[in-house]
């Protein structure tokens, strides 16, 4: 079934015709996850051969893409356009006699000599999805042999290690995801995060950027992170399609033998699975045939399962681009579903709520909306303050003591205290919280919590005493204003300005005291 084109895709398909058109060689389209991407460049690969065909021009259109489970969506999109188009991925013979060819980046490397030929004095495209790919050397080889021009498109044009995207010229940015939440094309999401951390990451060494999987899969197989994942199902995500991800596949099967221990339908979605089982378990879960599944990598990116409504992550990340493109697979529209629920056990809240605004740039790492920059994982300090009394989450990265409590930061690499489970709601950008809750923000360390509690769950903050201390002060504040009152008419017009009496109170009590001051400065002088 065909789909009308969002005005903003068809803004976004003019984005890039107009590049193209000024010279660009290779923009770069950034649009948040669900916003149909896909759609985007099959509209932008149509529009190149209808016109091509009209000038009498030979055009090849070559569509790249990371994942195998990318191939099906893809392929439905490109048919939606009446493009017709051949394979480049193992196991199948190459069909040259198609114009636009959807390609495995793995197995086009190796079938360029091949193509060659057939390409010689033919203008190339190449469409790359998940573009912030395209800085390593096999993508590199693809856009360098074949020539021509080249398009990307990604949700989050950053890489973990920081390598710029420079082969791209030009970045044509595409709706933000607030934008599409407030227009419901995106559901909004709902937050519960730690209010303390519950895994000990400060040994654990940094490979590629991110945290090593095996030294991670070990922690994850302890009985608890921040409380046990299935008490966080049961609390927060009970009757909602559920992913959790793990940081490994070892940690995924874990977890899903403890969640079918609870009694629930779970699933392991992995790469050893062949893609019949794979397909299996997302039909399952599309018909709640299944509570849930664990996974690590192979759904972070790419895959389009919008029945889930819910995100538990036991797998801490470094990577920006993990913890957004994880979160885009829940934020996803989908027939009666009108939020989602990301809880957040192991700190990746550091990154940012999905919503917020976001600074991309083809130079490396993003700014947020509040200017912070992302440091090297190597000089990332602890998301929260080693303070157990203040453990609140410092505006900078780069800051060496809490600006809240004074705490030094002893070292550079994220701390993560071992706790008994509790979990505090994240309002999202919309003030809105997954129990409907008021939240304010502590006066202290700024952080959210329930309306009308006494002490912040947080830094501990005492609201009672601090009343306490305001009364007693602005009481003392007010007898010295009282006392520096020398007249009848003085003390009267004190009580009325500033103690809200009325005139003839105010004039009784200014008496009643004048008479007492008298009666105090007679018996001094008797004396």
Not at 35 to 42: A, V
Not at 132 to 137: E, K, M, N
Not at 164 to 176: K, N, Q, V, W, Y
Not at 471 to 487: F, I, N, S, Y
Request: aromatic share 6%.
């Amino acid at each position: 079934m065909k789909h009308e084109p969002r005005d903003y895709q068809v803004a976004c398909v003019r984005g890039v015709q107009e590049a193209f058109a000024s010279g660009r060689r290779a923009p770069l389209l950034v649009a948040p996850t669900g916003s149909g991407k896909t759609m985007i460049l099959s509209m932008v690969a149509q529009a190149i051969m209808e016109r091509d065909a009209a000038l009498h021009r030979e055009t090849y259109i070559f569509i790249i893409v990371p994942k195998h489970e990318i191939f099906k969506q893809t392929s439905r999109a490109l048919l939606d356009a009446d493009l017709p188009h051949a394979f480049i991925k193992a196991g199948q013979p190459m069909d040259i006699s198609q114009r636009v060819q959807l390609c495995s980046a793995s197995t086009l490397i190796n079938r360029l000599d091949q193509l060659a030929p057939a390409l010689a004095g033919k203008r190339i495209f190449k469409f790359f999805d998940e573009a912030q790919h395209t800085a390593s050397p096999t993508y590199r080889t693809i856009m360098d042999t074949l020539g021509g021009w080249s398009l990307g498109a990604t949700a989050t044009p950053e890489r973990l290690d920081g390598r710029p995207l420079t082969m791209f010229d030009d970045m044509i940015p595409g709706p933000t995801p607030y934008e599409l939440m407030e227009r419901g094309v995106l559901v909004k999401p709902r937050y519960v995060q730690p209010a303390c951390e519950g895994l000990d990451l400060s040994e654990v060494r940094t490979i590629g950027g991110d945290w090593e999987k095996k030294a991670l899969e070990s922690l994850m197989d302890r009985p608890r992170i921040v409380g046990e994942a299935v008490a966080h199902y049961f609390r927060f995500c009970k009757g909602r399609p559920t992913l959790c991800f793990d940081a490994s596949v070892g940690a995924a099967n874990t977890s899903c033998a403890a969640f079918q221990a609870a009694g629930l339908r779970w699933a392991v979605l992995d790469g050893k699975k062949s893609q019949n089982e794979r397909d299996g378990i997302i039909a399952d879960l599309h018909a709640h045939q299944l509570d849930g599944i664990s996974s690590c990598d192979l759904v972070i990116e790419g895959v389009d399962v919008p029945c889930l409504e819910a995100a538990i992550w036991r797998r801490p990340t470094q990577s920006l681009n993990i913890w957004m493109q994880g979160n885009g697979r829940v934020v996803r529209s989908y027939e009666g579903k009108t939020e989602c629920v990301i809880v957040d056990c192991v700190g990746n809240m550091m990154h940012g709520r999905v919503e917020d605004a976001r600074q991309w740039s083809l130079a490396g790492h993003c700014a947020t909306g509040n200017g912070r920059k992302p440091m090297d994982s190597a000089d990332r300090l602890p998301m929260r303050c080693p303070n157990p009394e203040c453990a609140c989450i410092p505006p900078s990265m780069g800051m060496s003591v809490c600006p809240y409590c004074g705490t030094p930061f002893p070292y550079k690499g994220r701390t993560l205290k071992q706790t008994d489970g509790t979990l505090v709601e994240v309002p999202n950008a919309w003030g809105e919280t997954l129990s409907g809750r008021v939240l304010v923000p502590c006066v202290r360390c700024g952080k959210p919590h329930a309306e009308g509690m006494d002490k912040c769950p947080h830094c501990g903050y005492d609201y009672v005493a601090a009343k306490e201390r305001k009364d007693a002060l602005e009481k003392m504040q007010r007898r010295r204003a009282q006392g520096m009152c020398k007249t009848f008419e003085e003390l009267r017009d004190h009580f009325v300005e500033v103690n809200g009496m009325m005139p003839s109170k105010a004039a009784y009590r200014a008496k009643c005291i004048m008479k007492g001051r008298k009666k105090k400065k007679e018996m001094r002088h008797a004396s």
